[in-house]
T-cell receptor, first 116, second 116 residues
Framework: KAGVTQTPRYLIKTRGQQVTLSCSPI?????VSWYQQTPGQGLQFLFE???????NKGNFPGRFSGRQFSNSRSEMNVSTLELGDSALYLC???????????????FGPGTRLTVL | AQSVTQPDIHITVSEGASLELRCNYS??????LFWYVQSPGQGLQLLLK??????LVQGIKGFEAEFKRSQSSFNLRKPSVHWSDAAEYFC??????????????FGAGTRLAVHP
């Protein structure tokens, strides 16, 4: 079974621009979560989508948004980029049934975003 | 609030030596605990997880972890380290959020170096 794929793997943008990152989950998985990883803040939860609906959201500004399509693929968008948005953005997929019943998040390779 | 602490930022061991990476969590209810490993430029790979039952869990690559509720710990161990184990290791707790699913809260990570 193919793993989680993320495109593109690397991106360079300038301040003020916007960017869209894509994530394709493992076949059969209906939940996609996004995390931001930076040296200073570590791994932080951005949001989670399940069945095309945002189910959970982390503590990030409204410039960070996402969506999920009917095939469970997900995109996240960052508008008006700031230097501090430079990070590795990781996508994780899972069945979406909840950790209490043994669900597990599987991560993609990430998209490295550099903002100049 | 839920949190995860990995007290050791960097650890260096010799190849063939035993390894123990520490993880302490703060969570009021039954924790769902995970260890992930990240190689440079890569995403996170699941090593093992604990949901319930036997407090000693086995994972991939010869790793194991022991859940100790009294100490709020979930330390990762390996009896004999290989050079290929050099990577960054993250402990995470699944935190219940409203909406039914859970998000992962990560520790800051422990970077492991292996000397030949």
């Amino acid at each position: 079974k193919a793993g989680v794929t993320q495109t593109p793997r690397y991106l360079i943008k300038t301040r003020g621009q916007q960017v869209t990152l894509s994530c394709s989950p493992i076949s059969g998985h209906r939940s996609v979560s996004w995390y931001q990883q930076t040296p200073g803040q570590g791994l932080q939860f951005l949001f989670e989508y399940f069945s095309e609906t945002q189910r959970n959201k982390g503590n990030f500004p409204g410039r960070f948004s996402g969506r999920q399509f009917s095939n469970s693929r997900s995109e996240m968008n960052v508008s008006t980029l700031e230097l501090g948005d430079s990070a590795l953005y990781l996508c994780a997929s899972s069945l979406g049934t909840g950790l209490a019943v043994g669900d597990t998040q599987y991560f993609g390779p990430g998209t490295r975003l550099t903002v100049l | 609030a839920q949190s995860v602490t990995q007290p050791d930022i960097h650890i260096t061991v010799s190849e063939g030596a035993s390894l123990e990476l520490r993880c302490n969590y703060s969570y009021g209810a039954t924790p769902y605990l995970f260890w992930y490993v990240q190689s440079p430029g890569q995403g996170l790979q699941l090593l093992l997880k604990y949901f319930s039952g036997d407090t000693l869990v086995q994972g991939i690559k010869g790793f194991e972890a022991e859940f100790k509720r009294s100490q709020s710990s979930f330390n990762l161990r390996k009896p004999s380290v290989h050079w290929s184990d050099a990577a960054e290791y993250f402990c995470a707790v699944g935190a219940w959020v409203s909406g039914g699913y859970n998000k992962l809260i990560f520790g800051a990570g422990t970077r492991l170096a292996v000397h030949p």
